[in-house]
């Protein structure tokens, strides 16, 4: 079983649709990122979090750390939303990350 | 400020060969992390070079090793390299601050043929 765990695999949504992506970990954790991958590669960092709740326009990322699970929503979904969303959990501080597998996000126009 | 950047974007090799691939830090970064990632998966972890130090290391064999650079400069060299070896090679860096996340660079493809 790995580490960290990504739900769904693909997700097509249609625009404006409210979207979900989950992560569940099995580790204990310093902090949790969520991730951006566009084709060709380039990954840009959402958020680092390791309590509560945090906005940035219309994403939204959560962490409950009793229950070892991170959610990043979507609001108002975007076909320039569509890329891969991953999920990494920090386990110290160095900031050496472990990664899921990624969500495969489509958003339609 | 400049961002990570990544050299070269792509790289053919044949097996066998040896490979350098190169990172430059974000300005005021001190550490460096390297990741592999295999087509359709998430990137794996390889090493951490922190002021010229390895700080830690996933799960990859010796004939993956790195240099970190007084510039905090970085580079992957990977010795006798092998058909799954070809991925995407990503680099990361961040300063050693316990809130500063990582800033990624644009990665590069090597293929092995």
């Known amino acids: 079983k790995n580490e960290v765990e990504q739900s769904p695999q693909n997700l097509t949504a249609q625009e404006g649709e409210f979207i979900t992506i989950n992560c569940s970990y099995s580790?204990?954790?310093?902090?949790l990122h969520w991730l951006q991958q566009h084709p060709g590669g380039g990954i840009v960092s959402l958020f680092m979090?390791?309590?509560g709740k945090k906005k940035h326009g219309r994403l939204i990322a959560t962490i409950n750390i009793q229950e070892k699970h991170s959610s990043l929503h979507i609001t108002a979904s975007h076909p320039r939303d569509s890329a891969v969303y991953i999920c990494?959990?920090?386990?110290?501080?160095?900031?050496?990350?472990?990664f899921g597998s990624g969500t495969q996000l489509t958003v339609l126009p | 400020e400049t961002g990570v950047t990544q050299s070269p974007t792509h790289l053919i090799k044949t097996r066998g060969q040896q490979v350098t691939l190169r990172c430059s830090s974000q300005?005021?970064?001190?550490?460096v992390s390297w990741y592999q990632q295999a087509l359709g998966q998430g990137p794996q972890f390889i090493f951490q070079?922190?002021?010229?130090?390895?700080?830690g290391r996933g799960n990859f064999p010796p004939r993956f090793s790195g240099l970190q650079f007084p510039n905090y400069s970085s580079e992957l060299n990977v010795n006798a390299l092998e058909l799954d070896d070809s991925a995407l090679y990503l680099c990361?860096?961040?300063?050693?601050?316990?809130?500063?996340?990582?800033?990624f660079g644009p990665g590069t493809r090597l293929l092995v043929l």
């Open positions: 990494a959990v920090d386990r110290g501080s160095a900031r050496q990350l472990t």
């Open positions: 580790v204990g954790i310093s902090a």
């Open positions: 070079y922190y002021r010229e130090e390895e700080n």
């Open positions: 300005s005021g970064h001190n550490t």
């Open positions: 979090l390791s309590s």
């Open positions: 990361a860096s961040s300063s050693s601050g316990k809130e500063e996340t990582q800033y």
